[in-house]
């Protein structure tokens, strides 16, 4: 019998309200007429969407707060809310918000200005919240095809653009066939358990033993589906092509947000689901995580455009991600949940720096456009700088604190060789970023750059570059949100 | 005062903000004020918490950073040392810059970097922590990269801040491997204070091994120096204080402090006397052959950056701390007179073009004259005493190393004096007027010279002093250091002896003048090695990662005649280049799976996507 709870309702409501809003902006641009003021005021129902369900997820996390901590399920123990899926969620919320603080200049300088797009972001975290909160791989799955099928839509936003298409046509052929894969992967966990549910999962695998080729064939195809989401080596091939193509403001949001909650679901699949199984799908991430490592960072050191360069920077990133994986403490977890966070800000901020700027009436994409900001606009190149250095993992930035933590769980179990090994790539990384700073400090120009920045870029760089530095500086509470979201 | 010392980097903090972010709408005069008025502050600072500290370890923690890993400063006689000459020489050095970048555009970006430059250095050195010294570690390289670079115009300045940027990343990778490595051994906790107690082990010499890696990157000792005589790119001033007073010597006071570390550690301690004894005598040769002013001086700083390592390796850390100081207060009064002069002369650093400036620039010549005995070791000045420790010291622990100590220091007198005859002495060979430069600048060197004069005379009292925190293995053998200071005082006066009858020689070391000239092939060895061979092919190799070769996306018959071809070409050139060869394969083999599947086509990918599933099936059965 379908029942429908008030538990259930109450886990629902952030994704409910997300859904509803996303709906309500395309009524509304429906139904008023197109020349309102350029319709700057969709982008204020799209975030306030998302500020009603963060304050949903804080309700929820009271909620949790006060009673224990003792995870709720609803729909049949197809969703479960816990720490976890608030904190994934949050991050996810947050990198949309900034997302559609930075758009609205954006597209209009494009002339691409649509209220889809904003019920495209906000369909897109819909999606992300079933990824994040599934434990059951239909909803997962359902979850996730939202989410991809609006970032198809998203990466093509601009039609005009020949780069935009192709990207999305890449994006979507090979989505498709990771989907594919994913979907394969599931059909036989469900053929070994005759049940969806992850927790089901987790039940069969020790009787299947270490040895059973048929769990091993669902491992692998699910991780190639997941580390295909995650940007991982080697499905990571469609990253630099759609992360070149797609409009920025969407390449940021694609970098953090399908990154953040394709990763909390692949923590969810292996923690919850395959733990039993370490021993068959540890080898496999170690591989996915020294090869990320090394095409993303070697790569990157050539590329000339930014986004292209930022796009290998993110597999790196997802290389590092996975050795806090592979590592299999607390710390190393607790490492990867601060990661995603730092990450979400530092990569968001540094997307922004170049939607902020514009070059001959076009948006900056190469290496050479950002030449000489540091002496026409002293406080960007600034902040571009704690940017590059927080990616970079350079301490007392952010983007340390994450890198800390892995290599500190690396060497605590053991793992010296992955240490090692990231230890050198950070050294690589350094060199890439810092082939912008050498452009920003010391190249000069003829032509000036022109920034355009509203007043929703100035607010995402203030709260991007202060959290970017806050969370180097004064990590304790991140660290401790963390440390909660996984129950520690 | 004492619980204020996390103020102490603060103050330049500020100052750093204010000029990068307004400094555009400031008056110049105003920037006169600020930017050398900060590290006065902080000088003030410094002075007073180390009075009241007297000498006994204060540690003012602020909060838990990292688990484990305060954001903590410690106050010791160690650090007292290092945030007074950083804060004094550095206030100096800001003072003589007002004047000496008076002409300059960016007058803001310049002070602001250099205040940047003094915050992150106060960090490195009050921090209790590795973690922490690894903030202010890179930051300095930061600010070190902005300044170098500074004239922005010019291409060698970019390529020399790039440069030390690459060699630096190579040290700062030892580093991070080290640091991990002292986390393993304290569990976590990365403080100073808990690095005593610790016993000798593998993961023990294999973190002092790490973190030494990352002191030849930042102090430019073997086989990473080529980077710092590059360095002098950027502005006197910079040159003075980052590559000769601070920052280079960040590195000497890491392995100082890590002295509980490196003493349990002696192959790694002899590794490192031996390696700084190699540097110093090589960079004096090249000294000798400079012709450019400045480059004689980089050369010098690394060649006593090697003499400070020496003392460091024979568990002399105190003596090395003290060589640090001396060094600080003459080579930064050396770099400062060599601004003047240029200065003088209008942007001339050719010491070939000089000559006779002695009657024209009286107070820059008698300074630097001080500073050029005190750095030759002439008895009553700052040098003698710390070279001659640190050569007592070589001598009771690897004669070997004392003998290359004895013969640097003669070649140490001889380039140096070569310097100052060339300059100030005989025919003027240049037709620009000289002009003596204006109070802002000489009254720095003023306090310096007294400096030098004056310091030689508390080695006894410094090593008092960091008694409490160094190891120090003290053998007061009067007679035999007695002897040993005769023959090091005998080598000063052949060296400037020799430098007064053969300065204008062109082949001062007779058959290794060559060598000497080429810088011993070491920027040649890189260049061939990793700027051709892996730089320019593996950049190309990289750079066609995704260009597209691959038209057919995976003609499979294609590949593999293009593969036999290229492998003939290989065959037929391989024993002509084969170093080159090999650095440049191995980047194309690296690259080479990624080059033949990054094509911008779809059904490459996908095929990479099966390729790998069926790879990790494969696995199943492997195992």
């Known amino acids: ?488 | 005062m004492v619980n204020l010392i996390w103020l102490i980097p603060l103050i330049p903090l500020g100052g750093a903000a204010v000029l990068l972010l307004l400094g555009r709408m400031l008056p110049k005069s105003l920037i006169k004020v600020v930017a050398p008025g900060t590290i006065f502050a902080a000088f003030l600072l410094s002075l007073g918490a180390v009075m009241e500290s007297g000498g006994k370890p204060h540690e003012v923690v602020l909060y838990e950073w990292l688990p484990k890993v305060d954001w903590g400063f410690l106050l010791d006689p160690l650090s007292s040392v290092m945030i007074l000459i950083i804060t004094g020489i550095g206030f100096l050095i800001h003072v003589y810059a007002t004047g000496y970048m008076d002409h300059e555009g960016g007058y803001y970006r310049f002070f602001g970097y250099l205040n940047l430059f003094v915050f992150f250095m106060l960090i490195l050195v009050l921090a209790n922590n590795y973690v922490l010294l690894f903030a202010g570690w890179e930051g300095v390289g930061l600010a070190s990269y902005l300044l170098i670079g500074f004239y922005f115009n010019k291409k060698s300045a970019g390529d020399a801040a790039k440069k030390a940027f690459l060699f630096n990343r190579v040290g700062d990778a030892g580093f991070i491997l080290g640091m991990f490595c002292v986390a393993a051994l304290t569990h976590g906790s990365l403080a100073f204070r808990d690095l005593h107690g610790l016993t000798a082990g593998p993961l023990l010499t294999a973190a002092a091994a790490l973190l030494f890696l990352g002191a030849t990157g930042k102090s430019a000792q073997l086989p990473l120096f080529v980077w710092l005589p590059d360095a002098m790119e950027g502005p006197t001033p910079v040159s003075a204080l980052i590559h000769a007073a601070t920052m280079v010597t960040a590195g000497v006071y890491m392995v100082a402090r890590s002295s509980a570390i490196y003493s349990l550690a002696p192959e790694v301690s002899a590794a490192i006397s031996c390696i700084g004894a190699t540097t110093a005598i090589m960079a004096a040769t090249i000294a000798m052959v400079q012709t450019d002013i400045k480059r004689v001086l980089a050369y010098s700083t690394v060649s006593q950056l090697g003499f400070m390592f020496m003392a460091a390796g024979v568990g002399a850390y105190w003596v090395a701390v003290f060589h640090l100081m001396t060094h600080a207060f003459f080579k930064a009064l050396l770099f400062l007179g060599a601004g003047s002069v240029i200065h003088g002369l209008h942007g001339e650093q050719d010491m070939l073009k000089m000559g006779g400036l002695r009657s024209e620039m009286p107070i820059t010549f008698w300074t630097m004259a001080i500073a050029a005995l005190a750095i030759a070791g002439v008895p009553g000045m700052a040098g003698f005493f710390s070279k001659d420790e640190i050569l007592f010291y070589a001598y009771l622990n690897f004669k070997s190393v004392f003998a290359v100590g004895l013969i640097t220091a003669a070649l140490t007198a001889f380039y140096m004096w070569r310097l100052m005859f060339l300059t100030f002495f005989g025919e003027k060979r240049t037709l620009v007027h000289a002009h003596e430069s204006p109070l802002v600048m000489t009254a720095p060197l003023i306090v310096l010279a007294l400096g030098c004069g004056g310091c030689s005379y508390y080695a006894a009292q410094l090593e008092r002093w960091l008694e409490p925190v160094l190891h120090s293995n003290h053998s007061p053998d009067i007679g035999l250091k007695h002897v040993l200071m005769a023959a090091s005082v005998f080598a000063a006066f052949t060296g400037i002896l020799l430098a007064r009858y053969f300065h204008a020689s062109t082949g001062p070391l007779g058959p290794l003048t060559k060598l000497a000239q080429h810088k011993w092939y070491l920027d040649d060895i890189y260049d061939f090695v990793f700027v051709r061979g892996l730089g320019m092919r593996g950049g190309e190799y990289l750079g066609s990662f995704d260009r597209r070769i691959l038209d057919g996306g995976i003609n499979g018959a294609g590949l593999v005649t293009r593969f036999v071809s290229r492998a003939s070409i290989w065959a037929d050139t391989w024993i002509v280049d084969g170093l080159v060869r090999i650095a440049g394969f191995s980047a194309m083999f690296a690259s080479l799976p990624a080059r033949i599947v990054q094509t911008g086509f779809v059904q490459s990918y996908a095929l990479v996507i099966v390729a790998a599933i069926a790879a990790a099936l494969g696995l199943f059965w492997v195992k």
């Open chain 1, 1 to 488: 019998m379908i029942t429908y709870s008030a538990t259930d309702h109450f886990i629902l409501l952030p994704a409910l309200l997300l859904g509803m809003f996303g709906i309500a902006v395309l009524l509304l641009d429906f139904l008023f007429p197109k020349d309102i003021k350029g319709r700057g005021w969709l982008v204020g129902i799209a975030i306030s969407g998302l500020v009603f369900a963060g304050w949903q997820l804080w309700e929820q996390h009271r909620y949790l707060a006060e009673h224990g901590m003792t995870p709720l399920t609803g729909f049949n123990g197809a969703l479960v809310l816990d720490n976890f899926a608030i904190f994934f969620n949050g991050i996810v919320l947050v990198s949309a918000a900034l997302v559609m603080l930075i758009s609205y200049r954006y597209l209009e300088n494009e002339h691409e200005h649509h209220a889809e797009y904003y019920a495209l972001v906000l369909f897109a975290t819909f999606g992300a919240f079933f990824i994040i909160t599934g434990v059951d791989m239909v909803t997962i799955f359902i979850g996730l095809e939202t989410m991809a099928v609006s970032f198809y839509v998203l990466v093509g936003f601009l039609r005009g653009d020949k780069r935009s298409n192709e990207a999305a046509m890449k994006y979507l052929l090979l989505g498709g066939f990771s989907t594919g894969l994913l979907i394969y992967g599931f059909s036989i966990f469900y053929g070994l358990t005759g049940s969806t549910t992850l927790i089901a999962l987790a039940s069969v695998v020790p009787a299947r033993g270490p040895h059973d080729p048929l769990l091993y064939l669902g491992i692998v195809t699910t991780l190639a589906g997941l580390l295909f989401k995650i940007g991982a080596a080697p499905f990571h091939m469609w990253a630099p092509d759609t992360y070149e193509g797609a409009p920025t403001t969407v390449t940021a949001f694609l970098a953090v947000a399908s990154k953040t909650a394709s990763f909390a679901l692949l923590l969810r699949v292996l923690a919850v689901g395959l733990s039993g199984a370490r021993p068959q799908w540890e080898p496999l991430l170690t591989g996915a995580a020294v090869l990320s490592l090394t095409i993303g960072n070697l790569a990157a050191i050539t590329q000339s455009n930014v986004k292209r360069m930022l796009a290998y920077s993110s597999i790196a990133h997802a290389g590092y991600l996975l050795l806090g994986v592979v590592a299999g403490n607390d710390t190393g977890l607790i490492g990867v949940a601060i990661y995603l966070l730092t990450y979400a800000f530092m990569t968001i901020g540094a997307f922004l720096v170049l939607v902020a700027l514009r070059r001959k009436g076009a948006a900056v994409e190469t290496i050479d456009d950002l030449a000489a900001l540091s002496r026409r606009y002293p406080s960007y190149a600034l902040l571009m700088l704690v940017f590059l250095l927080s990616l970079a993992g350079i301490p007392p930035t952010a983007g340390f604190i994450g890198k800390y933590y892995i290599f500190l769980a690396l060497v605590e179990s053991g793992k010296y060789g992955l240490a090692i090994l990231g230890a050198l790539y950070v050294a690589v990384s350094l060199y890439y970023y810092f082939r912008l700073v050498r452009s920003m400090f010391f190249v000069e120009s003829t032509e000036a750059q022109v920034l355009a920045p509203s007043n929703g870029v100035r607010l995402a760089l203030a709260i991007t570059g202060m959290a970017t530095v806050a969370m180097g500086v004064l990590p304790e509470p991140f660290i401790r949100m963390a440390a909660a979201s996984l129950g520690r």
